[in-house]
């Protein structure tokens, strides 16, 4: 094997693969980055047996072949490299680089003990990459990190016909957010469970082309895998094998009450009064109509913060109180100017959504907004004493 | 003895074999009988005994079966009513607050009381008078319960003199007479010396707190250890400025189960788990807390015992989460041989809950009224674990009335059908599973 190709191509291609390299193979060759080299062109692959990831890109080549290389090592050097173009030699049972004046050897693992990686499973359907970076990020940061409930951890995906829908939850929030796509057969409908922290970011590093096949196969033989393939770029990941729960019969039908809050203005108040709430004390929500009264702290050895923000809301003054964190994670996540939130009552889920701007006029009634942005971010409240 | 008080302002109230007095009051026909309180099972201990029980050598702590060999054939032995004895003592702690905000709880049947933060005549026959009268007012207001009362310069003292005059005891510690009173007592008397104390004590011949007075501080700390030592030291000079702490909070909400035989089946094992974290979950929700810490307690065949805790991101107060993390904490435990006690616990108690999107609307998102000290009745522990009936039980049927249950086996229950307002009543034994029995909250005892 023997290719030159450019320092920055090189580099970013391994860093990409890198990501999905697991930090503690199990066995040694999963720490390993195959290198293959054929007609022109690179292909830059990791596997664990849950992720795969697979970059591809064009180099000049004189020489065809394959190479196995420590995977971080690989990376951590690539990315240190002059700006000048690299040579890669396969001479022997080591690896050959060379960048300006800068020489490297690596010893290489043994190729023929590397995993194949799965191969693509069957196109689904194809979504637009930004909207699907978009949305992914919106949904899985309410997804659960603690291992011991695999469910919680999981991005539910749902197909129906040309309609996505995502959602994940770690029992205190819930994220769900709508799109559509173009499925490869009409009518096309199916649902399953993407680790979360792989999906997201899978979605947010497939942006480079405009679009991003999905491609699924659940059920039957063998275990279910996502593969996700942008420009240059693929990744396979494993299911989880876990009932989501019945999210939807969660979702609150109706709200008692709704604020609008100006999403700037109120993520920064927040942030500001929750520095002085300690691990586990909530921010205190005191809405009152037309404005929203932030509170955190309270104890005589604690500090005690207070900021009032402006905010449409002309309900029955409500108290409510949420962990900071929470609310922040739901204010960053819906990207928009403003933001609603609906309330039922201080100890049920309250509702955040995007607002579209402009919003030429009023017609809301009662209820959640049902709108094109269709994110919902469910908070459940912290109860508060007394 | 700087900061020691010169007036008897501290009051220390011991309740006179508190449970053995409640299931006294709530069951005429036990009246003057040997009653003895606590686990019924193969392994039970005694919790209390009523003082008619102890006059044949029944004592707290010791194992039920050596209890029953001791007493005579028709003592009582009755399985814990822990609400009856909740709302009782609620009632006591009551009568304490009235006297000064200062009360310190230090168990359910016993407590201080500040009486210099109250507005009192705080000379000696101010305080005895004083004393006299509350423990009028306890009897009446909890149907016959009697407490002994210690008064004195500092809690150490006040200790001492409610164990001097029991059952049903008065005793006012002047101030400067308290080595006086002190010095003749067992060095057993002194919080904090146990029996392994009091031998290592007795081995250089200190038997008296007066002997102990004698003793060094050099030589009292090389025996007992640097800061049991110093302790032991002051107490024996009656030094003891320990003020009288207002709410005690509490540190963690925990159930545990004994099992009458070893427990291996993981399905049973599960169904303990799922009780007791009810247990404890709703004794969350009643006081209003929730905790982050879940920890199990695991006794094993062999009387082995280990805790294993895990501490969430957030406090719960679920019965479901806490089982939840129970359920896995027991899965990493060897459990091959069998375990004899359970126990589920939620610490680093917090006033606020995270909300839990999953749980039962109606169990755990809202909070739990507390109208009257509303207690679940079937406590202790609900659940298939627990035979049906156990002795001592509340229980009602629509024809019979109010009563409690003598005994139960062979899918009989025996009833004796009376309570704290009525003579003894007469006794019954229905089918154990006659639907027209049911489990009662226990009786009203206000006349």
Same mark, same amino acid.
């Given at each position: 094997m023997?290719?030159r190709v450019a320092?920055?191509?090189l580099a970013?291609?391994v860093?990409?693969?890198?990501?999905s390299l697991?930090p503690?193979?199990?066995?040694?060759?999963l720490?390993?980055?195959?290198?293959?080299v054929?007609g022109g062109?690179?292909a830059v692959?990791g596997?664990?047996?849950?992720?795969?990831a697979?970059?591809e890109?064009?180099?000049?080549?004189?020489?065809?072949?394959r190479?196995?290389?420590p995977?971080r090592?690989?990376?951590e050097?690539?990315?240190a490299?002059?700006p000048?173009?690299?040579?890669v030699?396969?001479?022997?049972?080591r690896?050959?680089i060379?960048?300006?004046n800068?020489k490297f050897?690596?010893?290489?693992?043994p190729?023929e003990?590397?995993?194949s990686?799965p191969?693509?499973p069957?196109?689904a359907?194809v979504v637009?990459?930004?909207a699907?970076?978009e949305?992914?990020?919106?949904?899985?940061?309410?997804a659960?990190?603690d291992d011991?409930?695999p469910?919680?951890?999981g991005v539910r995906?749902?197909?129906?016909?040309?309609?996505v829908t995502?959602?994940?939850?770690?029992?205190y929030?819930?994220a769900?957010?709508?799109?559509?796509?173009r499925?490869?057969t009409?009518g096309?409908?199916?649902?399953v469970l993407?680790p979360?922290?792989?999906?997201?970011?899978?979605?947010k590093?497939l942006?480079?082309?405009?679009?991003?096949v999905?491609?699924l196969?659940?059920?039957?033989?063998?275990?279910g895998?996502?593969?996700?393939s942008?420009?240059d770029?693929?990744?396979?990941?494993?299911?989880?094998?876990?009932?989501?729960?019945?999210?939807r019969?969660i979702?609150?039908?109706?709200?008692?009450?709704?604020a609008?809050?100006?999403?700037?203005?109120?993520?920064?108040?927040?942030?500001?009064?929750?520095l002085?709430?300690?691990r586990?004390?909530?921010?205190?929500?005191?809405f009152t109509?037309g404005?929203v009264t932030?509170?955190?702290?309270g104890?005589d050895?604690e500090?005690?913060a207070?900021e009032?923000?402006?905010?449409?809301?002309d309900?029955e003054?409500?108290?409510?109180g949420?962990?900071?964190?929470?609310?922040?994670d739901g204010?960053?996540?819906?990207?928009?100017d403003?933001?609603?939130?609906d309330?039922t009552?201080?100890?049920?889920?309250?509702?955040?959504?995007?607002v579209d701007?402009p919003?030429?006029?009023?017609?809301?009634?009662?209820r959640?907004?049902?709108?094109a942005?269709?994110?919902?971010?469910?908070?459940?409240?912290?109860?508060?004493?007394? | 003895m700087?900061?020691v008080?010169?007036?008897p302002?501290?009051?220390h109230?011991?309740?006179?074999?508190?449970?053995?007095?409640?299931e006294?009051?709530d069951?005429?026909s036990?009246r003057?009988?040997?009653?003895v309180v606590g686990?019924?099972?193969?392994r039970g201990?005694?919790?209390?005994a009523?003082?008619?029980?102890?006059?044949?050598g029944?004592?707290?702590?010791?194992?039920t079966?050596?209890a029953?060999?001791?007493c005579?054939p028709?003592?009582a032995?009755?399985g814990?009513?822990?609400?009856?004895?909740r709302?009782?003592s609620e009632?006591?702690?009551?009568?304490?607050r009235?006297?000064?905000?200062?009360?310190?709880?230090?168990?359910?049947?016993?407590?201080y009381v500040?009486l210099?933060a109250?507005d009192?005549?705080?000379s000696?026959?101010? @305080?005895t008078?004083?004393? #006299?009268e509350?423990?009028?007012r &306890?009897? %009446?207001? $909890?149907? !016959?319960?009697?407490?002994s009362v210690?008064?004195?310069?500092s809690?150490a003292v006040?200790?001492?003199g409610?164990?001097?005059d029991?059952?049903?005891?008065?005793?006012?510690v002047?101030?400067g007479?308290?080595?006086?009173?002190l010095h003749?007592l067992?060095?057993?008397?002194?919080?904090g @010396?146990?029996?392994?104390? #009091?031998?290592?004590?007795a081995? &250089?011949? %200190?038997? $008296?707190i !007066?002997?102990?007075h004698r003793?060094?501080l050099v030589?009292?700390?090389?025996?007992?250890?640097q800061?049991?030592?110093?302790?032991?030291h002051?107490?024996a000079r009656?030094?003891?400025?320990?003020?009288v702490?207002?709410?005690r909070?509490?540190?963690s909400?925990?159930?545990e189960?004994?099992?009458?035989r070893?427990l291996t089946d993981?399905?049973?094992?599960?169904?303990?788990?799922?009780a007791?974290?009810?247990?404890?979950?709703s004794r969350?929700?009643r006081?209003?807390?929730?905790?982050?810490?879940?920890?199990?307690?695991?006794?094993?065949?062999?009387?082995?015992?280990?805790t294993?805790s895990?501490?969430?991101a957030?406090?719960?107060d679920?019965?479901?989460q806490i089982?939840e993390v129970?359920?896995?904490?027991?899965?990493?435990?060897?459990?091959?041989?069998g375990?004899r006690?359970?126990?589920?616990?939620?610490?680093?108690?917090?006033?606020?809950?995270?909300?839990?999107?999953?749980?039962?609307?109606?169990e755990a998102v809202?909070?739990?009224?507390?109208v009257?000290?509303?207690?679940?009745p079937?406590?202790?522990?609900p659940?298939?674990a627990?035979?049906?009936?156990?002795?001592?039980?509340?229980?009602?049927h629509?024809?019979l009335g109010?009563g409690?249950?003598w005994?139960?086996?062979?899918?009989?229950?025996?009833v004796?059908?009376?309570g704290?307002?009525?003579?003894?009543g007469?006794v019954?034994?229905?089918?154990a599973?006659?639907?027209?029995?049911?489990?009662?909250?226990p009786p009203?005892?206000?006349p």
């Open positions: 023997k290719f320092r920055e191509v970013e291609a860093a990409w693969t890198a990501r697991p503690r193979p199990s066995v040694p060759v720490a390993g980055i195959l290198l293959e054929e062109q690179l692959s596997f664990d047996y849950e992720v795969s697979r970059s890109v064009d180099v000049q080549s004189t020489e065809a072949g190479a196995l290389v995977g090592l690989l990376a050097i690539t990315r490299l002059p000048h173009p690299v040579d030699v396969a001479e022997g049972a690896l050959a060379s960048c300006g800068a050897s690596l010893p290489t693992l190729v003990d590397y995993p990686l191969s693509m069957s196109t359907g637009d990459s930004d699907f970076a949305a992914v990020g919106q949904v899985a940061v309410a659960g990190r011991t409930l469910m919680l951890t995906l749902e197909i129906e016909d040309d309609l995502l959602a994940a939850t770690d029992r929030r819930l769900v957010r709508e799109f559509a796509w499925p490869e009409p096309l409908s199916a649902a993407v979360a922290r792989t999906l997201a970011d899978a979605a590093t942006t480079s082309g405009p679009e991003v999905l491609s196969a659940s059920g039957g033989s063998g275990e895998i996502l593969g996700m942008g420009k770029r693929r990744t396979t990941t494993r299911l989880l094998d876990a009932e989501f729960v019945k999210y019969a979702m609150p039908s109706e709200s008692s009450s709704f609008t809050l100006p999403v700037g203005l109120f993520t920064d108040a927040a942030k500001r009064v929750a002085v709430a300690e586990g004390t909530p921010l205190r929500c005191e109509p404005q932030l509170r955190a702290g104890t050895d500090g005690q207070e009032r923000c402006d905010v449409e809301f309900g003054p409500l108290t409510i949420f962990n900071p964190t929470f609310l922040l204010l960053a996540a819906v990207h928009t403003r933001a609603r939130m309330f009552t201080a100890l049920k889920p309250a509702v955040l959504s995007g701007e919003s030429a006029d009023d017609e809301d009634s009662g959640p907004a049902e709108r942005g269709s994110y919902r971010y469910l908070i459940m409240p912290v109860r508060l004493p007394g | 700087e900061g008080r010169r007036e302002s501290i009051l109230l011991d309740l006179d074999a508190f449970f053995a007095a409640v006294q009051r069951k005429p036990l003057g009988r040997p009653v686990g019924t099972g193969g201990v005694v919790s209390t009523s003082y008619e029980a102890r006059a044949f029944a004592r707290s702590a010791m194992p079966a050596e029953r060999r001791l005579p028709g003592t032995f009755l814990g009513r822990f609400a009856a004895y709302r009782t009632v006591v702690m009551g009568l304490l009235e006297l000064s905000p200062l009360v310190e709880p230090v168990s359910i049947d016993e407590a500040d210099a109250g009192h005549d705080l000696v026959p101010g @305080v008078a004083l004393a #006299a509350l423990k009028a &306890i009897a %009446v207001a $909890t149907g !016959g319960v009697t407490g210690g008064i004195g310069t809690k006040a200790k001492i409610s164990e001097l029991k059952p049903d005891g008065l005793t006012v002047r101030p007479e308290e080595l006086a009173v003749p067992p060095v057993r008397a002194l919080g @010396v146990g029996p392994a104390t #009091a031998e290592r004590l081995q &250089i011949g %200190v038997k $008296t !007066g002997d102990l003793l060094s030589d009292l700390t090389s025996l007992v250890g800061a049991h030592g110093a302790g032991l002051r107490l009656a030094d003891d400025d320990r003020p702490v207002t709410d909070e509490a540190k909400v925990s159930a189960e004994t099992f009458a070893d993981p399905a049973r094992l599960a169904t303990e788990i799922e007791l974290a009810t247990r404890v979950g969350l929700q006081s209003g807390t929730s905790g982050r810490t879940v920890t199990l307690k695991v006794r094993r065949y062999d009387f082995s015992t280990l294993r895990q501490t969430l957030h406090a719960v679920d019965p479901r089982a129970a359920h896995r904490l027991l899965g990493a435990v060897d459990r091959s041989g375990l006690l359970l126990g589920v616990g939620v610490s680093g108690l917090s006033p606020y809950a995270q909300g839990d999107l999953f749980a039962e609307p109606a809202e909070p739990v009224e507390v009257e000290p509303a207690e679940l079937a406590d202790p522990a659940g298939p627990v035979v049906a009936w156990y002795p001592g039980q509340d229980v009602v629509p024809d109010s409690w249950v005994g139960s086996g062979l899918n009989r229950v025996t004796r059908f009376e704290p307002r009525t003579t003894p007469p019954r034994t229905l089918a599973d006659d639907p027209d029995l049911q489990p009662a909250d009203d005892w206000t």
